[in-house]
């Protein structure tokens, strides 16, 4: 595995491989890397020649400075894991390398910026397209690997590959849990012990929300049984839950053909935790 933190020296090397012919497959990561990460990079080795994982924590989509701060940094440990995976290459560039200059452009989705993590993190949306857009153009990837855990993320990244016209294939990839039901997160391992245990009640909770739905719950009904679960626990606080179609991440109020999805937030102390779960699959 060879690791290229500047621009120049893994744009010289991936030139090379593309003109082998190979398909490429990016991977991109903020690190302190877990198993949902590696499933991401397994699945790219699978149907891609040649697989690239980077590794940058991107200032811009941070709006909560703290969060920024206390964000887990772990890169020996991350190439270790990548190593492990048999991931071809790592781009884990520094700050200066990525933003030599400030960006003054910004991107803007339209309506799906308006909902849950648009709302709850104004600008999130703008960094998320900045540095893809910066890793699609230095990587020129075949095909791109992005988690279902970020589910509104991936539907941002599809708008920017339709509508830039990036010649890029973009593969969604299931949810990985820990045992407990809890996705998978960087952020988990800021949790307590016993808090972390207890995170499990998001999953249930979206379970049972789902099951609910399915059996005829209202959308009105399945938030109220939602909101009642987390107002009982003292530990968790409940963000936002909302039922969306995905296409807009506009609220629902009642079920039709489209492909809805259940989502969450919930604060334990200040350690923020998402997760979603799709009503038809
Ligand atoms: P992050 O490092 O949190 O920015 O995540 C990098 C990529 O890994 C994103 O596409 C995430 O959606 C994906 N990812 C994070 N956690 C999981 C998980 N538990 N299961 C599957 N994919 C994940």
Known sequence: MKLFSTIESVREQLNLVKTEGNTIGLVPTMGALHDGHLELVRQSNQ?????????FVNPTQFNNPADLQKYPRKLDHDIQLLESENCDFVFSPSKAEMYSEAPDIT????????????????GHFNGV?????????????????????????????????????????????????????????????????????????????LKKGKSMMKSGATVG?????????FDQNERMNLEYFEIVE?????????????????????????VRLIDNLLLFS
């Open 107 to 122: 991107l803007s989705f339209g309506e799906i910026e308006n909902n849950l993590e648009g709302e709850f993190r104004p």
């Open 246 to 270: 995905t296409r807009r991440f506009s609220k629902v109020s009642e079920i039709n053909q489209e492909e809805v999805a259940l989502c969450i937030a919930v604060n334990i102390d200040d």
């Open 47 to 55: 149907l891609c020649d040649v697989t690239i994982a980077s590794v």
């Open 129 to 205: 397209g900045l540095i893809v857009s910066k890793l699609f153009n230095i990587i020129e990837p075949s095909h791109a690997f992005f988690g279902q855990k970020d589910l509104q993320q991936f539907f941002v990244i599809q708008k920017l590959i339709s509508q830039l016209n990036y010649p890029i294939k973009l593969i969604r990839v299931p949810i990985v849990r820990e045992e407990s039901g809890l996705a998978m997160s960087s952020r988990n391992e800021r949790l307590k012990t016993e808090d972390r245990q207890m995170a499990g009640l998001i999953y249930e909770t």
């Open 221 to 229: 009904e399945t938030k109220a049984f939602v909101g009642e679960t």
